[in-house]
């Protein structure tokens, strides 16, 4: 009892943390999203069980949609679209084995967008961690199937990494991929996830045709 009662307390702590990142988000105070982020994944750590669960769940999705609808992603009409919405955990419905891929993609976020204000070189190694975060929230969400927004987001903004980076022919398999998910959530009618990728419709499915070969 005592332990779990210690697991609950953390968990609100990791919340707490969750929250600070996506507030330093929205006021652009990138260096303490990144200090808040990873604190947030310590403790997560902590609480980590050897047993973890696969659940078929759609809960990354469901978080992400009580975050804030950012359409355009910051994206000038030149300017490629970045998913920038931090994701809020839910208190009423968490899952330990789903809360790591969402603390994971936040921090891989600040690292992201904190690039995003600084020079090519000076910003390279934010980039670089970024793209590693999002890698690894990618392969721990054991559901990702059921949870194609998440999906969605995590490579549209590797995309824009290796885009930036030079790697041409990474990017342009993400945006190749990045298409089929869009179809399959326009076929299933999903409007409410389909809002949050507003960006991308304006903005890198033009990137999309600009990188393919001429026939």
Known sequence: LKNKRAQIIMMKTV??????TITSLKNQDFSSAIESSSEALRLCKMLQ?????VSNSDFLDKCMLHSEV???GGAQPDQPFIYRSA????PSDTKFEMVTPILIFN??????????TLQDHAGLKYLQRARRLYELAYS????IDHNVLFQFVI?????IIDQKIGDVAMAQACFEHLTSLLMLLTDQGCSARLRHLGG??????SCTTQMAPAA
Do not use: K
């Open 200 to 205: 991308f419709l304006g903005s890198n499915l």
């Open 155 to 159: 490579l549209n903004n590797i995309a």
């Open 140 to 143: 721990t969400t054991h559901d």
């Open 15 to 20: 919340i707490e943390q969750n929250n600070r």
């Open 87 to 90: 994701i809020p955990l839910l």
């Open 70 to 72: 950012d359409e355009t």
């Open 107 to 116: 921090a891989a976020l600040a690292d992201h967008l904190r690039a995003d």
């Open 49 to 53: 069980s050897s047993e973890c669960q």
